[in-house]
């Protein structure tokens, strides 16, 4: 009798019932759309100074940040230290994470000279990497430390970072052994990017977790590690970025090893 009864409610009825039903659904406290998250943990990558504004010697260089799960501050650095006869040069890197978006400022000596800057950024789904741009504050300038080398700082750049051991493209990665790494030669490679990070100090978000950091000219496919005085059963991670002759990636790669 009961599906008898509900048989003869006439289709406009119904129609209306679910239209009330559904708009009551669409009320109900979550079933709104999720909001926007990105992945946390350690990120390796590096920043490029700008090659318009600064074609002289646009270089790139070591960037880290350990990333909360949930939105929350964040530490990091950059490094700007590439010759033995320089200063440590490290940028204390601070900022919020906050759904896909990472916004933040920098700041450090680089050469005896007071730097900082913002830099903003988002993550991208569809490569996994945190993309985004910096500013230096005071702009342009031409640094000549005697007997060691001279430079231009650009004025702003763009950054890039991958989760450890995430290779752009997957086909790029790094082989160690007897000391050095190694990778396959890249076309269009006009420089190399390598550092290695002590990977203690990078998940602290604080300090400096730069062993070293070199810029290898031409098509080079190997660097020894035997000279970064790397402490023996201690991991690390080492990272290379491969730069075509107009300051752009043309492979990059990290990965965690155990100093022997």
Same mark, same amino acid.
């Given at each position: 009798? @009961? +599906?008898?009864?509900?048989?003869?409610?006439?289709?406009?009825?119904?129609?209306?019932?679910?239209? =009330?039903?559904?708009?009551?659904?669409?009320?109900?406290? /979550?079933?709104?759309?999720?909001?926007?998250?990105?992945?946390?943990?350690?990120?390796? /990558?590096?920043? !490029?100074?700008?090659?318009?504004?600064?074609?002289?010697?646009?270089?790139?260089?070591? $960037?880290?940040?350990?990333?909360?799960?949930?939105?929350?501050?964040?530490?990091?650095?950059?490094?700007?230290?590439?010759?033995?006869? !320089? +200063?440590?040069?490290?940028? &204390?890197?601070?900022?919020?994470?906050?759904?896909?978006?990472?916004?933040?400022?920098?700041?450090?000596?680089?050469?005896? +000279?007071?730097?900082?800057?913002?830099?903003?950024?988002?993550?991208? @789904?569809?490569? /996994?990497?945190?993309?985004?741009?910096?500013?230096?504050?005071?702009?342009?300038?031409? @640094?000549? *430390?005697?007997?060691?080398? !001279?430079?231009?700082?650009?004025?702003?750049?763009?950054?890039?970072?991958?989760?450890?051991? !995430?290779?752009?493209?997957?086909? =790029? @990665?790094?082989?160690?052994?007897?000391?050095?790494?190694?990778?396959?030669?890249?076309?269009?490679?006009?420089?190399?990017?390598?550092?290695? *990070?002590?990977?203690?100090?990078?998940?602290?978000?604080?300090?400096?977790?730069?062993?070293?950091?070199? *810029?290898?000219?031409?098509?080079?496919?190997? $660097?020894?590690?035997? /000279?970064?005085?790397?402490?023996?059963?201690?991991?690390? *991670?080492?990272?290379?970025?491969?730069?075509?002759?107009?300051?752009?990636?043309? &492979?990059?790669?990290?990965?965690?090893?155990?100093?022997?």
């Amino acid at each position: 009798m @009961k +599906s008898r009864l509900i048989s003869l409610v006439p289709a406009r009825r119904l129609a209306a019932l679910s239209l =009330f039903a559904l708009a009551h659904t669409a009320c109900v406290p /979550g079933a709104a759309a999720a909001p926007a998250v990105s992945p946390g943990g350690l990120y390796v /990558g590096y920043y !490029q100074e700008d090659a318009l504004t600064n074609p002289e010697d646009p270089t790139p260089g070591a $960037f880290v940040l350990k990333l909360p799960e949930e939105d929350a501050a964040f530490g990091g650095a950059m490094y700007f230290t590439f010759v033995g006869c !320089q +200063s440590s040069n490290v940028g &204390a890197v601070k900022g919020i994470k906050a759904g896909t978006a990472l916004t933040g400022t920098w700041s450090g000596t680089i050469d005896n +000279s007071a730097q900082s800057g913002a830099y903003t950024g988002t993550y991208d @789904k569809a490569s /996994g990497a945190f993309k985004g741009t910096y500013s230096v504050s005071a702009g342009k300038q031409l @640094k000549n *430390i005697e007997g060691c080398i !001279q430079y231009y700082i650009a004025p702003k750049g763009a950054w890039e970072m991958y989760a450890v051991e !995430q290779n752009q493209p997957a086909s =790029f @990665k790094l082989d160690l052994a007897g000391g050095q790494v190694s990778w396959r030669a890249v076309t269009n490679t006009a420089m190399t990017l390598v550092y290695v *990070i002590d990977t203690a100090v990078a998940l602290a978000g604080s300090g400096n977790p730069i062993k070293v950091q070199t *810029i290898l000219p031409g098509p080079v496919t190997k $660097f020894d590690l035997r /000279g970064a005085k790397l402490a023996k059963g201690k991991e690390y *991670i080492v990272v290379a970025l491969a730069n075509t002759a107009k300051a752009q990636r043309a &492979a990059f790669a990290s990965k965690r090893f155990v100093a022997p």
